[in-house]
């Protein structure tokens, strides 16, 4: 296969992360001695291995996109600087590949990023990906090949679904609350990512959570999210500390830096300990309810405080992994983005666990009822949609549990961030004003993290709500 071998047209699932060029990263924090020359060979077994990582976008001409197909991978591209500050390379291009290798070296430690486009992969696939990353890494520094098996290219949604016969329901015209949550949630993930580099979207609005809940009425909200639904079950647990951190990195100003390589968003991180994660796995178990359910609830409650109005004035929305959740059922790289859509508004004050148990109700709900199965389905009809978000959205995006990564000796991995980026677009002006947040869960080596993106100008208010979840959060483990 060319370059210039069309695969196949993006599908709206996909077609909403093509306009500004969306790539979510996937960044660990390494000790120890990093072979760069067995990373590239790790990287380049990998794009064999996933063609459409090597695959390229092109306008279509119709308003569309284009997969073309893979044209192998790209050298990964290395600087030396602070490990802790996440630098993407601005040579990253959607025309050129859907995937990069980023690291950033210093000394014995460096963070080392997988970027992948979003139209072609969500959070799930892309860390099944990761996972691969570092397996094929592990053979390469032990003189071992790490060649995989070859993958077709993933399938949207959309297929899938017509594949198991799921259609798309018809909703009641005089459900207004329906109709605003479904503008509201129409592209939340594209929505919010733009926000961090057009400044469209106001401080005050956070993006979708993995396996809450689900108002039945409101599942077929939105167009596409962020990134993929949280595992519902408990994280690993073991002793550590106590309380759970907060801390804030904050890039200059300057989008780029001096020797050229762009700085990603500032993110503010409330990363709790094994100990909390571990205790926050055993009240879910204890109450039946998920994680998922009780970081949610501690979310909402936060922002209720936050933004200074009742609970039932906020609308919870986030995106759901439908993997296992249609049958048959798909693997994780099989398809691009295999996201139904779930929101929940709540009726009544509850505490947090109550709150939590009530999200994770309703979400069980939605699904038995197929509706948030069928929610990708309404993403043309929310296309270019002018209505006006629900002023109480709230939007969070979990990945879940991130798979174990494989090292060869003599190097660690200590810790697991998200990162995002949007890549230039002639046909998309990004203004200097950088505004709103994306928030991001993740679980790694025991530990529960609540990551939020923002522009340095809202730094202090996203510290601000990263500091009412950690409280939350530990008021319920006291």
């Known amino acids: 296969m060319t370059t210039s071998t069309v695969v196949r047209p993006l599908a709206p699932s996909e077609l909403v992360f093509a306009g500004i060029g969306v790539y979510v990263g996937y960044a660990v924090r390494v000790s120890g001695r990093l072979d760069l020359a067995a990373l590239s060979a790790a990287y380049e077994a990998v794009v064999r291995a996933y063609p459409v990582l090597g695959a390229r976008l092109e306008p279509s001409g119709d308003g569309g996109y284009d997969l073309l197909g893979s044209g192998g991978a790209p050298e990964i591209s290395?600087?030396?600087?602070?490990?802790?500050?996440?630098?993407?390379?601005?040579?990253?291009?959607?025309?050129?590949?859907?995937?990069a290798v980023c690291v950033v070296r210093d000394g014995d430690t460096a963070s080392v990023t997988l970027l992948t486009h979003h139209s072609i992969v969500d959070a799930y696939h892309s860390l099944a990906v990761l996972a691969e990353l570092w397996s094929c890494y592990t053979d390469a520094v032990a003189g071992r090949s790490p060649e995989r098996a070859v993958r077709e290219y993933p399938a949207s949604i959309e297929q899938l679904l017509a594949e198991r016969g799921?259609?798309?329901?018809?909703?009641?015209?005089?459900?207004?609350?329906?109709?605003?949550?479904?503008?509201?949630?129409?592209?939340?993930?594209?929505?919010?990512?733009?926000?961090?580099?057009?400044?469209?979207?106001?401080?005050?609005?956070?993006?979708?959570?993995?396996?809450?809940?689900?108002?039945?009425?409101?599942?077929?909200?939105?167009?596409?999210?962020?990134?993929?639904?949280?595992?519902?079950?408990?994280?690993?647990?073991?002793?550590?500390?106590?309380?759970?951190?907060?801390?804030?990195?904050?890039?200059?100003?300057?989008?780029?830096?001096?020797?050229?390589?762009?700085?990603?968003?500032?993110?503010?991180?409330?990363?709790l300990s094994q100990a909390e994660t571990a205790a926050l796995v055993e009240l879910g178990h204890r109450e039946g309810v998920t994680i998922n359910?009780?970081?949610?609830?501690?979310?909402?409650?936060?922002?209720?405080?936050?933004?200074?109005?009742?609970?039932?004035?906020?609308?919870?929305?986030?995106?759901?992994?439908?993997?296992?959740?249609?049958?048959?059922?798909?693997?994780?790289?099989?398809?691009?983005?295999?996201?139904?859509?779930?929101?929940?508004?709540?009726?009544?004050?509850?505490?947090?666990?109550?709150?939590?148990?009530?999200?994770?109700?309703?979400?069980?709900?939605?699904?038995?009822?197929?509706?948030v199965q069928q929610t990708p389905l309404h993403i043309p009809d929310l296309t270019g949609s002018a209505a006006t978000p629900h002023p109480g959205m709230v939007l969070v995006t979990n990945w879940g549990r991130v798979p174990e990564l494989?090292?060869?000796?003599?190097?660690?991995?200590?810790?697991?961030?998200?990162?995002l980026t949007s890549t230039s677009n002639p046909d998309v002006p990004i203004p200097p004003q950088q505004r709103g947040a994306t928030c991001i869960l993740s679980t790694f080596d025991g530990r529960l993290s609540i990551e939020i993106h923002h522009s340095k100008a809202a730094a202090a208010l996203q510290q601000r709500r990263i500091d009412r979840y950690a409280a939350h959060l530990r008021g319920v483990l006291s």
């Open 78 to 99: 290395v600087v030396d600087d602070d490990s802790d500050r996440l630098l993407v390379d601005p040579k990253l291009d959607q025309r050129e590949a859907l995937s």
């Open 166 to 271: 799921i259609e798309k329901m018809d909703y009641p015209a005089a459900d207004e609350s329906m109709d605003t949550a479904v503008s509201s949630a129409a592209d939340p993930a594209a929505d919010t990512i733009t926000s961090l580099f057009t400044g469209e979207q106001a401080d005050s609005t956070v993006s979708p959570t993995g396996d809450p809940s689900a108002d039945t009425n409101a599942a077929l909200t939105a167009k596409q999210s962020a990134d993929t639904n949280a595992s519902p079950t408990a994280e690993q647990s073991t002793d550590a500390a106590v309380a759970p951190t907060t801390d804030a990195t904050s890039p200059t100003d300057e989008p780029v830096d001096e020797d050229g390589w762009q700085r990603v968003p500032s993110v503010s991180r409330c990363h």
């Open 293 to 371: 359910g009780l970081v949610s609830a501690a979310i909402l409650l936060g922002e209720a405080e936050l933004r200074e109005v009742p609970l039932t004035d906020l609308l919870y929305l986030y995106p759901v992994d439908l993997r296992t959740r249609i049958t048959p059922m798909v693997g994780r790289t099989d398809g691009t983005n295999l996201l139904g859509f779930a929101n929940y508004l709540p009726t009544e004050p509850l505490g947090l666990v109550d709150l939590a148990r009530s999200i994770c109700a309703s979400l069980r709900d939605a699904l038995a009822a197929g509706i």
């Open 406 to 419: 494989r090292t060869p000796e003599g190097l660690r991995i200590n810790d697991f961030r998200s990162t």
